[in-house]
């Protein structure tokens, strides 16, 4: 079974949650197995976050409730079969589980459609469609007729996105596997090295020492691609290698980091003009993380620094606060600064990007790049959030904002075209808000130019 935290830790929560609400019941379903290619041959199982958080257990098959009238929780669910054990081997009663989350009535699974009759069901999107199926025929309702709890919703991210000490623990532990991860990959850079080879080895470390790859893997080349999972090239000299890489940990906490690797070991001149850029606008939004500020405000100050530094090296012109307030260095950074990180790599945004990162006090830009901000609101002591800047030549983008001649007063197309085949760059850290400001989480991890440079050839 998964380790646990301490069973008051999950009452703790539930009772956290139940303090806002005086009606009704939140229903909690776990994730089932999910199969690949016949039924019994199954994707590696991942309980729902949320379940984790509220009820911690990562089992397959069963239901937690949270009775807010009656003010108890409820597991739902059968003890296993001897045609379980016969594969599993032995397992532990249901009862004995749910003593260890401080749950303390354990019903058969059986009997979940009839407690539910008549009473107010908050619920949270869901993500998969057996379990939209399946919430359908529990709540006798159409698929359409589904309506998740805004109030649950808020309730949960209020919850989950400030992180309490053993979270945080757990986190460093996932971001230091990570750091182990990312620097070994640094070693084996060099040309005539596959990709899919660098890609192996960072799984076999994310599975030798946790649950896996937080997500997966981006390494590529072809880093001009923000999402680049095709790992079929051949190290060639001369170019960049981006990867964007986390781990999930046996307790189900995420990292999430970037950097960007000179294949020969050393950058080019335009190489490293391009990252030092990216650098300082990483640097600089994580020295600006502190309570109090809207990671807004991060966003803007990464976009300025990376205008600034594409006019010197004479990709941009015009005036730096015109050309960010409308968007032109989108056509080079088209993301956000960021998301926040916990269970989830993009944390809770199961439960909607707008609920997580915004508030009553704004609203999502419709502005291209500006739009693509994950987390704006106000940093609290207790988030973690990545800081990720990037630089990207996206010729495809390029070509179709050069032939509608967008942004002609901020962007030099004649220079961008020699830039075509460059690729791109993104430096990614998870950064925890505290009180006096923002820390990076886990040991450092190689990532300025001399240290790259340093690992790679080490």
Known sequence: MNPLFASHIYQERRNKLGA???????????????????PANTYRYRQDSNFLYFFGLSLPNIVGVIDFEKNRSILFGDDFTIDDIIWMGDQPKLLDLATQIAVDEVRPLAELSSFLKGKQVHFTPPYRAENKIELARLLGKNLDELTPSVDLIKGIVALREIKSFEEIAQMVEANEIGVHMHTLVMRYCRPGVTERELYGIAEGIALGMGNGTSFPVILSQNGQTLHNHDHSLTLEDGRLLVMDAGV????????????????????????????ETVYQANMAAIANCKPGIQNIENHKLAVTILTEGLQKIGLMKGNIEESVALGAHALFMPHGLGHQIGLDVHDMEDLGENYV?????????????????????????GHVITIEPGIYFIPHL????KKEKKFEAFINYDKVETYKNFGGIRIEDSVLITEEGGRVLGKHLPKSVEEIEATINS
């Open 398 to 401: 390029i070509d179709i904002w």
């Open 20 to 38: 806002a609400f005086s009606h009704g019941v939140a229903l909690f379903l776990a994730n089932g197995e999910s199969s690949m290619n016949y």
């Open 248 to 275: 999930e940990n046996v307790m189900n906490y995420c990292s999430d980091h970037t950097r960007t690797l000179p294949v020969s070991g050393t950058f080019s001149t335009k190489q490293r003009e391009i990252y």
């Open 357 to 381: 990162g915004y508030d009553d006090t704004m609203q999502r830009s419709s502005i291209f790049g500006w739009r693509s901000l994950r987390m704006a609101k106000t940093l609290r002591p």
